[in-house]
């Protein structure tokens, strides 16, 4: 399977704390994307870190990307209860086609 | 942002029969769209790439003659599950592709298979 990793597979934290979920992919890659999705619910793109960057901010978000270790790390900062959602990496990869292979996913649980 | 629309959000069908999901770009014209399927808790995988005006390409492991995709214009790709049994409940989500890296992703269609 070509589907990556995530860890953690769920991360429960309180409010005001910080939030990082880790993500490995095993294709070469155009671009790594990071979405939520709150229970039940469609998709929410987050940020987009191309193959040529190492760090890319978005408000609370920092998503770092390393493509030696094939790995990439999405941070929260300052978390809200309403962060509480599931977290999926996906990376699109070098073809351009726009296929994504998602990530298996981090359930993230912000306590209030 | 980029719209897309999914119709229907839910549908409830007897098994052996069969279901159809649309999936339009309301304000963009997308010659490849997605059609991914997710089961309860885990991520998504994608099922078939849906090419307009030409035979939609199928993930490994995914039938071809089971989900049927059909992308007849640049704003509409279709997936009809034949025959559906129970293993198909699922939630199916489909997404528009633009540009080289943008892909707008459509609110989902959650079947279920008595």
């Known amino acids: 399977s070509q589907q990556g990793e995530e860890d953690p597979q769920a991360l429960s934290i309180q409010e005001g704390e910080n939030a990082t979920m880790n993500c490995s992919y095993k294709?070469?890659?155009?671009?790594l994307q990071w979405y939520r999705q709150n229970s039940g619910r469609g998709l929410v793109h987050l940020i987009l870190?191309?193959?040529?960057?190492r760090e890319k901010h978005s408000g609370r978000l920092r998503v770092t990307l390393d493509t030696s270790k094939k790995s990439s790390s999405l941070l929260i900062t300052a978390s809200r209860a309403a962060d509480t959602a599931s977290y999926f990496c996906a990376n699109q990869g070098s073809s351009n086609t726009g296929k994504l292979i998602f990530g298996q996913g981090t359930t993230l649980q912000v306590k209030p | 942002g980029a719209v897309v629309s999914q119709h229907p959000s839910r549908v409830i069908c007897k098994s052996g029969t069969s279901v159809k999901i649309e999936c339009r770009s309301l304000?963009?014209?997308?010659?490849?769209m997605f059609w991914y399927r997710q089961f309860p808790k885990q991520s998504l995988m994608l099922m078939a790439t849906s090419n307009e005006g030409s035979k939609a390409t199928y993930e490994q492991g995914v039938e071809k003659d089971k989900f049927l995709i059909n992308h007849a214009s640049l704003t509409l790709s279709t997936l009809t599950v034949t025959s559906a049994h129970p293993e198909d409940s699922s939630f199916y989500i489909c997404?528009?592709?633009?540009?080289?890296?943008?892909?707008?992703f459509g609110p989902g269609t959650r079947l279920t298979v008595l």
């Open positions: 304000d963009f014209q997308a010659t490849t």
């Open positions: 870190i191309r193959s040529n960057e």
């Open positions: 294709t070469s890659i155009n671009n």
């Open positions: 997404s528009a592709h633009r540009g080289i890296d943008e892909q707008f």
